[in-house]
């Protein structure tokens, strides 16, 4: 018997929780996290092509976001600090990474496997640079959340993030984080436009 279980492992992203190392005021798992990148990767891309005048597919932006992270369904999330603590275990885990998405692949009916593929090898240079802007870019606003519900366990976080945006230098990141990005650290009335809320 064929073992299609492709798309059984992608609605296991649920049972991975994200930011493992740190005390969360709200737990994040995997699916919501793709569903946020693609969000904001799919506005990214948008904001290239209305703002800067670019010739992005917004579409197909959005799906490379959103299955960025289906090989941790073997992988497990790894903390950051683990993932890059030198060479060697950069080098590591994306060996490991190409292992599991060749694992996925073969869980596929053939026929299907060329797309995924090159949905996993993540477009050209400026589609990556996308995705990864939309990838960090949710860390960010996770960093604000807990912050605002009071929780100083990311403070450092955000600051080592926010550097980490700077240097991206990606222009429809830059007029996100200037114009869009605001409304995150307003309340639900503000974002309403001070109506009340039952």
């Given at each position: ?40 990767a799919h ?56 292992q599991a ?98």
């Amino acid at each position: 018997m064929e073992n299609n279980s492709f798309y059984a492992l992608v609605f296991r992203q649920k049972y991975i929780r994200r930011w493992g190392l740190m005390r969360n005021t709200m737990t994040e798992n995997l699916s919501e996290h793709a569903m946020e990148t693609a969000v904001l990767a799919h506005s990214l891309a948008l904001i290239g092509n209305e703002i800067f005048g670019k010739q992005y597919d917004p579409d197909r932006i959005a799906t490379l976001a959103l299955f960025h992270d289906v090989p941790e369904v073997f992988t497990g999330d790894l903390p950051t600090p683990v993932k890059y603590f030198d060479k060697n275990s950069r080098e590591s885990y994306q060996h490991i990474e190409e292992q599991a998405i060749e694992n996925l692949l073969s869980k596929l009916p053939e026929a299907l496997r060329p797309t995924y593929r090159s949905i996993f090898e993540g477009g050209s240079r400026e589609e990556h640079l996308l995705v990864k802007a939309a990838d960090k870019l949710t860390a960010y606003i996770k960093c604000v959340e807990e912050e605002k519900c009071g929780n100083s366990e990311f403070i450092s976080a955000k600051v080592s993030t926010a550097r980490s945006l700077e240097k991206m230098q990606c222009e429809e990141l830059s007029y996100f984080m200037e114009h869009l990005l605001p409304a995150f650290s307003m309340t639900i009335d503000e974002m309403q436009g001070g109506k009340a809320t039952s």
